[in-house]
């Protein structure tokens, strides 16, 4: 008897630091995705791990299992994430959820799947609301477009019973089953054979509505090719843009069946969830048909607004206060379109295939003067993160850790000035600071806005701010944007003057050595583990080693950085590179070859299909091609050596360098301001 109370025992402490691990585990994710701490001193705010939105609790069965509890002023269900913060009206109601559910087994309702919940404390429940977006231009969905007994023919007119047929080209694919009439739409080219017409041609149930259409004015041919899809709960269609030389510029789509959440995504990042009612019509024309990718994600349910379950067409806006899951039932789309005939001429050449290779740009010269240089980051550095703002800064949410120690190491009070803040992802890191921070490009600035951070525009070579009044200023990938000597010693100057006597700076740059001390760093790990892994642009150049692009370009750098090491001031380490330097162009997740050279930067959304004919446009931002919106923009990088950024550093009589590091493929120092 004694043996067994003493094994229950074990079992019971095994359990509480398995919760225990659990809950540190959650806390760290939090911090890492959010940016928000867990404390261990109880408070009327919980986060719920495993309780969220991405791991499919809705929000009424949380709801049920949170008011036994207590009364509730918030609850918060972040899209995709597998948590949820709850804000109780009394912190003894917070306690009383915390040790009634804290390493509790629920079961998700729907699913029959056992998840257990781990909970900790946060100081408060604050989430950005997502500001409610917009159709992308060119985008309809007419609601109730035909009646229930319309939706019925027409899917009783689709026999999905017979063995796959060639006449009907309807196929069984991975995600969902599909069936071809008038064209078949080739899956291996993504096109369509404009000489083999498929017998039959259109189902004539199509006709009446159809003919509605053409009345109405949603399209202006009729047209001659049908693809019918039929999606099972947890199947969809990979993102894509349909091929421009393919089909005019009118498809419409119809959704029989069910409804559904598709997605949009511009090339510049920006997404829109749209819901597509049981029985409306989708139409897509101009930049919407062109230019956005469609696709609905695999999934069993939908994230919607909780306050329109059921909801009619419109907008799903990531408002962690009113969102819920949707089960997905089977939904049938009848998708039109009218085949093309000649050439695509849209106003889009950069992302289409009949217009592929026809704006060809040369990459730019190494600068040879000040005007040139500021000319050079202007178009390949400036105008390139307006472009890439909202994209970059989704990619850029988790603080480095030896960043955040520095940051956290300073005395409570401390002023402290963010030069290339970015989003501000380090704006927050420490309450006990006074932080401010600017950048160059004002679309990240407002982002900081967004955020409630405060920033304000300002290029880092002029800072606004007085001398002498900072305790520390930080310096994170900023630095290796300038494209001269010069000019990158008058940044560091500049942050010399920010700071009081005594004073630190922190300044991180990419380093040439991606692999040091036998360890890749983490840019050359993520080759072949990354899920947007970026492609190497085949611009001419790019693909020849560099000695073929310059004479003797290596020896170059290589003496630029002799003359740093040996001390030079700045007078006389001014870089003379060989005229007309072709700036290469960088194979992304690969070593460096050069110092000074154009980094790619692939904007989400682009689809497979168009990657070959991207990766042709060499486009500057600003530039008339990059205004029609090509999907593939440069940047400008002169990439630091070994000893490099510290020899920049001791050229200046005002700070002496406390310490220097290599972390992730990045050289750091730490100065002081004497």
């Known amino acids: 008897m004694e043996a067994k109370t003493t094994e229950d025992h074990l079992k019971v402490h095994k359990m509480k630091k398995k919760v225990v691990r659990k809950q540190v585990r959650a806390q760290h994710t939090l911090m890492r995705h959010e940016g928000i701490e867990c404390v261990s001193h109880a408070t009327q705010s919980l986060v719920i791990a495993n309780a969220g939105l991405g791991n499919g609790m809705s929000r009424q069965q949380l709801l049920r299992i949170l008011e036994e509890y207590g009364a509730m002023e918030t609850l918060l269900m972040p899209p995709n994430k597998p948590y949820s913060f709850v804000k109780y009206r009394t912190t003894e109601e917070a306690k009383k959820a915390f040790n009634a559910l804290n390493g509790k087994e629920v079961t998700l309702e729907d699913c029959d799947q056992n998840i257990v919940l781990y909970i900790n404390f946060v100081e408060k429940v604050s989430l950005q609301n997502a500001v409610p977006t917009s159709l992308p231009p060119g985008l309809m969905v007419i609601e109730k477009i035909i009646s229930p007994e319309e939706e019925r023919r027409m ?17 069984t694919l991975k995600h969902r089953r599909v069936k071809h009439f008038g064209y078949e739409f080739r899956y291996d080219n993504n096109n369509v054979d404009k000489d083999k017409p498929l017998p039959g041609g259109l189902p004539e149930i199509c006709n009446p509505f159809l003919e509605k259409c053409l009345k109405q004015g949603y399209i202006k041919h009729k047209p001659d090719q049908l693809t019918v899809n039929q999606y099972e709960p947890g199947q969809g269609i990979p993102p894509h843009t349909d091929t421009h030389s393919a089909f005019e510029d009118e498809i419409i789509s119809l959704s029989l069946g069910a409804e559904i959440v598709m997605d949009f995504k511009h090339p510049d990042g920006r997404t829109v969830a749209i819901m597509l009612p049981r029985c409306s019509l989708l139409v897509m024309t101009g930049e919407s048909r062109y230019l956005w990718t469609h696709g609905i994600t695999p999934r069993k349910y939908d994230v919607i607004q909780a306050s329109e379950l059921g909801q009619k067409v419109g907008t799903i806006t990531a408002n962690a206060g ?15 379109r009218k085949v093309r005939r000649s050439p695509c001429s849209c106003i889009y050449p ?5 217009q592929k290779g026809q704006h060809r740009l040369v990459q730019p010269s190494f600068p040879q003067n000040e005007m040139e240089a500021s000319k050079l980051e202007q178009e390949y550095v400036h105008k390139v993160y307006e472009e890439i703002a909202t994209h970059f800064s989704s990619t850029r949410h988790s603080p480095w850790p030896r960043i955040v120690e520095f940051l956290r190491s300073l005395p409570t ?9 970015g989003n501000g992802k380090y704006l927050s890191i420490n309450k006990d600071l006074y932080m401010v921070g600017c950048d160059r490009s004002k679309n990240l600035v407002d982002i900081c806005a967004e955020k409630h951070f405060q920033a304000f525009v300002c290029d880092a070579l002029s800072v606004p701010i007085r001398s002498g009044s900072c305790d520390a200023c930080i310096s994170i990938a900023v630095i290796h944007h300038f494209s001269t000597a010069e000019r990158r010693l008058a940044t560091i100057h500049e942050l010399a003057r920010l700071l009081r006597p005594g004073g630190t700076a922190l300044i991180y740059v990419w380093a040439m050595e991606q692999e040091y001390k036998n360890q890749k760093s983490k840019y050359l790990k993520e080759k072949n583990g990354s899920k947007n892994k970026e492609k190497e642009m085949n611009t001419g150049t790019a693909e020849r080693p560099l000695s073929d692009q310059g004479p003797d370009n290596s020896s170059q750098d290589s003496a630029w950085s002799d003359q740093l090491l040996n001390g030079l001031k700045d007078e006389s380490y001014s870089a003379k590179p060989v005229a007309d330097f072709r700036l290469p162009v960088h194979t992304n997740r690969t070593s460096f070859h050069s110092q000074d050279l154009l980094v790619p930067w692939h904007l989400k959304g682009g689809s497979k299909k168009k990657e070959e004919s991207v990766d042709t446009v060499l486009v500057p931002g600003g530039s008339k091609e990059s205004q029609e919106l090509s999907p593939v923009f440069h940047r400008y990088y002169h990439v630091f050596c070994e ?9 200046l009589d005002c700070v002496r360098v406390q310490k220097s590091y290599y972390d992730q493929g990045n050289w750091c120092v730490i100065l002081e301001k004497l």
Not at 322 to 336: A, G, P, Q, V
Not at 350 to 354: F, M, P
């Open 643 to 651: 000893g490099e950024l510290e020899a920049v550093c001791r050229t």
């Open 322 to 336: 009113d969102l819920t899951l949707n089960r997905r039932e089977t939904r049938t789309s009848f998708t039109f």
């Open 413 to 421: 009070g401390s002023i402290v000035a963010d030069i290339g803040c």
């Open 350 to 354: 950069s992302v289409c295939d009949s």
């Open 155 to 171: 899917l009783e007119g689709i026999d999905w019973k017979g063995d796959e047929d060639t006449q009907n080209a309807q196929k």
